[in-house]
């Protein structure tokens, strides 16, 4: 400080040098005034403004691979420091045909052919954003948002436009891009086939294995979701009979032997009527003036369908019909 005070080039000194040092040296060590570096406390703080929306608007046009941002062909609009715009297409009288397209890059030199920008209709909800050429009619005016994302971005014409003009005015603004709607998309339509208009209508589920929730021990087959029942009391016959004609499956059964010797309930997986003595599937002794009683939880499947017939022996190809009211009970399947 001396030295600054002192070093004058040929400047007349103060006449009281002490003095001057002295309130330097206050100057250099009362810091108060000085701004420090750091984050500020709110109430010290500074309110963030974004600068201006950006207007842009590049001239009438037909020919193709101009860029309607800037009226030029082949070039690219420098976007960089925004992150959305608002562009507006404008098509004159007359137009009979042409397309533009929407398309961004970081590199204007080694990639300049692009690629899509994804834009989106401002009034039609619940729409795909637009990656390819589209077309421009007569006297329309269309208005688009897109996410500015990349350094470059043009609306090139793709197609040369006959009997008429378009013109592209876009607002680029600082505020990130927001699209409201959530849009969820499928590649395989007849995967994602909901139609939702005051209710909602769900394809129908396929019948068979294709069940939701399954938890193997619910029973499907009866149009109430419970199990169905064949209530038997023996006729002085085999009791040939079909219980299920197709797939099903025994859950459970409770049989009694009205008589002194073992008789027999022999089960067969057919969607037919069984004949006694063949295609035995499985077999319920029943004890002599005893109970057979017993349930399955998930079942015994009988992938063709269930057959029943009764017999006094225990041997497969028995056919020896029982007396009437011998067996007594119930069969429960699905």
């Known amino acids: ?36 570096v750091g984050q500020k406390a709110a109430s010290s703080s500074l309110p963030v403004v974004f600068c201006d929306e950006l207007q842009n608007s590049g001239s009438t046009a037909s020919v193709v691979n ?39 890059t970081n590199d204007n030199v080694n990639a300049a052919a692009g690629r899509a920008l994804p834009a989106y209709e401002v009034d039609i909800q619940n729409t795909n954003p637009i990656i390819v050429a589209f077309s421009i009619a007569a006297n329309t005016a269309r208005m688009f ?23 592209a005015v876009g607002t680029f603004s600082q505020i990130p891009f927001a699209y409201t709607t959530l849009n969820i998309q499928q ?5 994602l086939n909901t139609n939702v208009s005051g209710t909602v209508s769900v394809n129908a589920l396929p019948v068979g294995a294709n069940l939701i929730g399954d938890v193997a021990t619910q029973y499907r ?37 009205t008589t ?10 057919q969607s037919t009527t069984p004949t006694a003595g063949t295609g035995v599937f499985m077999t319920l002794a029943i004890p002599p003036n005893g109970v ?22 225990p041997t497969d190809s028995d056919a020896t019909a029982v007396a009437a009211n011998a067996i007594v009970g119930t069969l429960v399947y699905a």
């Open 1 to 36: 400080l001396d030295s600054i005070v002192t070093n004058t080039n040929g400047l007349a000194l103060a006449t009281n040098q002490a003095s001057t040092n002295t309130k330097l040296d206050s100057l250099v060590t009362n810091t108060s005034n000085i701004p420090t």
């Open 66 to 104: 101009t860029n309607l941002l800037t009226g030029n062909v082949s070039d690219w609009f420098d976007a960089k420091g925004f992150n959305s715009a608002c562009i507006q297409i404008i098509g004159s009288a007359g137009i009979t045909s042409g397309q533009i397209i929407f398309e961004q």
């Open 145 to 167: 948002n897109i996410a500015v994302n990349a350094r470059y971005v043009r609306v090139r014409i793709s197609t040369v436009f006959a009997g008429g003009t378009v013109l």
């Open 187 to 191: 590649a395989t339509a007849a995967n």
């Open 221 to 257: 087959a009866g149009n109430v979701g419970a199990a169905s029942k064949l209530h038997l009391i023996s006729a002085a016959s085999t009791n040939a009979t079909i219980v299920k004609a197709s797939s099903g499956k025994l859950i459970g059964w409770q049989l009694a032997n």
């Open 260 to 269: 002194a010797s073992w008789l027999y309930v022999k089960l067969h997986n």
């Open 292 to 313: 057979n009683t017993l349930h399955f939880e998930g079942g015994i499947a009988f992938p063709n369908g269930i057959g029943m017939t009764t017999v006094t022996g």
